[in-house]
C-alpha cells in the first residue's frame, strides 16, 4: 500500500510504500519447501556429493529466512533531478537507460528503472496505480519508456511466493 506524502510541484512526486509485496506463507509451504530439500540431500548424499548436500541446507535456510523477513517501508521520490528510494539511494538521470511500468490488477503496481549496467540492471519500485500515471508523465520527461521483458528468475519466484 502506497501513501502519497505531499505534491511539490508538477514534475516532482513522491510517495511511501513496502519495498516488495510481503506473500504469506502458511504451514504447508514450508512442509514443501523442507520435504523437497530432504529428498535433495539425500539423493546428493546417495550420490556422494557431500558439497550438493551442503549447499542444498545453506540454501533451503536461506530460504526460509527471506520467506519469513517482513518488507522495510521507504520513502519514493520522482523530481526533475532523479529517483531516491529512502534516505541512502539517489538514481540521477544520467545514470539510467529507461523505466517501465507494470500493472497489476490485485496489486500495486511497479516503476521499473534500467540501469547503465550490465550487473543487476533494473530496480523495482512499487507505486499505487492512481499514482502511477503522474509518475510515468514525470519520468517521461526524462527518459524513453522501454519494453521490460521479465527474467525467468524473477518468474519462478513469483510462482514460490517471493
Do not use: C
Not at 556429493?49 to 517482513?70: D, Q
Not at 549496467?117 to 517521461?140: C, E, F, Q, R
Request: no cysteine; glycine share 6%; net charge positive.
Amino acid at each position: 500500500m502506497t501513501k502519497k506524502t505531499k505534491k511539490e510541484n508538477e514534475n516532482s512526486i513522491s510517495w511511501r510504500a513496502a519495498e516488495y509485496q510481503y506473500i504469506q506463507k502458511d504451514i504447508g509451504w514450508y512442509l514443501i519447501v523442507g520435504l523437497v530439500s530432504f529428498l535433495l540431500i539425500v539423493f546428493s548424499l546417495i550420490w556422494g556429493n557431500f558439497f550438493f548436500a551442503v549447499f542444498i541446507v545453506i540454501a533451503t535456510a536461506t530460504i526460509m529466512f527471506f520467506a519469513k523477513r517482513r518488507p522495510r517501508v521507504f520513502d519514493f521520490k520522482i523530481t526533475d533531478k532523479g529517483v531516491a528510494i529512502g534516505d541512502n539511494i539517489f538514481y540521477d538521470y544520467e545514470r539510467l537507460d529507461g523505466f517501465a511500468i507494470r500493472e497489476y490488477p490485485e496489486r500495486l503496481d511497479e516503476i521499473i528503472l534500467k540501469k547503465k549496467t550490465a550487473l543487476n540492471p533494473y530496480v523495482k519500485i512499487p507505486i499505487d496505480s492512481v499514482l502511477a500515471g503522474k509518475a510515468k508523465k514525470v519520468l517521461g520527461e526524462k527518459l524513453p519508456e522501454i519494453e521490460y521483458q521479465e527474467p525467468l528468475v524473477e518468474i519462478i519466484a513469483e510462482w514460490f511466493g517471493f
